[in-house]
C-alpha cells in the first residue's frame, strides 16, 4: 500500500522551461513533505520542504506547494537547467520523528540543453 | 568534511554467504537508519537507531541485522544472503528532528547476490 506515490517515473524538458513534478500521498496524518534530489552514485539530497500549515515554500528556482484537501504536492523548478537532471523524490513523515519518513519511487527529470 | 561513509561500494555476493556494510558518521548524529533502494522503487526503511545501544526495526528488517555500540557507527549485516537483497543500501544519520531535512545520505552500497 503505497501512501506516498509519484506516477510519473520520468519527465523531459526543456532548458529554461518550467518543471513540475507531482506528489499524492493518501495518508492524512502526514504533516510535513520534503523534496530529495539524486544523482547517479550517489545518495539523497534534501532539497525543499513545507509544513502541512502552509500551502507554499520557495527557496530560489524551487517552489513547492501543497494542497491538503487533495492530498496533492508538486515541486516546480523555474527555470529548468541540465545540472536539474536527477531523480527527485517526494517524501512524507508524521508527528513522531524522521525514522517515520515515507518516501515516493521517484522522478527522473531530464532537462534538455 | 566527511558526513556518512559507507563501506563497500559494490559487491557481490553468493547465495547463503554473509556480509557486513559498515556506516559511519562524524557529525555527531544521534539518529542513524539503513534504507535499501530497489529498481524503479522509494527507499525502504530496514532498521533505525536513536541512540549508542538502541536499535529498531523499520518497514522491511528481514535478513538483516544491526548493532550500535557507538554513536559514530551502524554496521548492517546480512545473514544467509538471497537474490531478493539485491539492491542499493543507503546509510543516513540526523539529528533528533521530526524534520527531515536534516538526514544526511550516504553514496550508496550496490549489493548483488547470485
Known amino acids: 500500500d503505497q501512501q506516498v506515490k509519484q506516477n510519473s517515473p520520468s519527465l523531459s524538458v526543456q532548458e529554461g522551461r518550467i518543471s513540475i513534478l507531482n506528489c499524492d500521498y493518501t495518508?492524512?496524518?502526514?504533516?510535513?513533505f520534503l523534496w530529495y534530489k539524486k544523482y547517479p552514485a550517489e545518495g539523497p539530497t534534501f532539497l525543499i520542504s513545507?509544513?502541512?500549515?502552509?500551502d507554499k515554500n520557495e527557496d530560489g528556482r524551487f517552489t513547492v506547494f501543497l494542497n491538503k484537501s487533495a492530498k496533492h504536492l508538486s515541486l516546480h523548478i523555474v527555470p529548468s537547467q541540465p545540472g536539474d537532471s536527477a531523480v527527485y523524490f517526494c517524501a512524507a513523515v508524521t508527528q513522531g520523528g524522521s525514522e517515520k519518513l515515507v518516501f515516493g519511487k521517484g522522478t527522473k527529470l531530464t532537462v534538455n540543453p | 568534511n566527511a558526513g556518512v561513509t559507507q563501506t563497500p561500494k559494490f559487491r557481490i555476493l553468493k547465495i547463503g554467504q554473509s556480509m557486513t556494510l559498515q556506516c559511519a558518521q562524524d557529525?555527531?548524529?544521534?539518529?542513524m537508519y539503513w534504507y535499501r533502494q530497489d529498481p524503479g522503487m522509494g527507499l525502504k526503511l530496514i532498521y533505525y537507531?536513536?541512540?549508542?545501544?538502541?536499535?529498531d526495526k523499520g518497514e522491511v528488517p528481514n535478513g538483516y541485522n544491526v548493532s550500535r555500540s557507538t554513536t559514530e557507527d551502524f554496521p548492517l549485516r546480512l545473514e544467509l544472503a538471497a537474490p531478493s537483497q539485491t539492491s542499493v543500501y543507503f546509510c543516513?544519520?540526523?539529528?533528533?528532528?521530526?524534520?527531515?531535512?536534516?538526514?544526511?545520505f550516504g553514496e550508496g552500497s550496490w549489493l548483488t547476490v547470485v
Open positions: 495518508n492524512s496524518m502526514f504533516d510535513y
Open positions: 513545507i509544513s502541512s500549515i502552509k
Open positions: 537507531s536513536v541512540g549508542a545501544g538502541i536499535t
Open positions: 557529525m555527531n548524529h544521534n539518529y
Open positions: 543516513a544519520s540526523s539529528y533528533p528532528d521530526r524534520a527531515g531535512n536534516t538526514i544526511y
